[in-house]
């Protein structure tokens, strides 16, 4: 008999992978995980521009403490500028509860800039 005469047909080959190591990453996650990243990160210029307008509020020198409260103004600036950008791209993926918090955030961001200003 010839292997063409074979009546079983042979089983169908099942591949086993218990990891898969090349399996193409997810976009969109990597995405939102950089924007979870950058909110975060968006705390750092602003706690900076918070702690340089406070440091020498007190110093008496008035050329230092004005120059230190624009300091302080521009990188809370930058930090409020990042959270914002969170927002758009939490809006552009229609994540509503990132949306929310992000604002959140924001707004938190917001009333500390109006407090120190205040100081």
């Known amino acids: 008999m010839t292997d063409g005469d074979n009546p079983e047909p042979d089983p169908p080959r099942v591949r086993l992978e218990y990891f898969a190591a090349d399996l193409p990453c997810d976009p969109a996650s990597r995405q ?15 706690a900076c521009g918070v702690v340089s307008s406070q440091a020498v509020a007190n110093s008496g020198v008035e050329e230092t403490v004005i120059v230190h409260h624009h300091a302080g103004a521009a990188f809370m600036a930058c930090g409020m500028l990042i959270s914002m950008c969170c927002i758009i791209a939490f809006l552009r993926r229609k994540d509503g509860s990132a949306v929310l918090l ?12 109006l407090c120190v200003g205040t100081v």
Do not use: E, N, V
């Open 102 to 113: 992000a604002g959140l955030m924001l707004m938190m961001q917001i009333c500390l800039f």
């Open 32 to 46: 939102l995980m950089f924007c979870w990243t950058a909110l975060g990160l968006g705390w750092l210029p602003f």
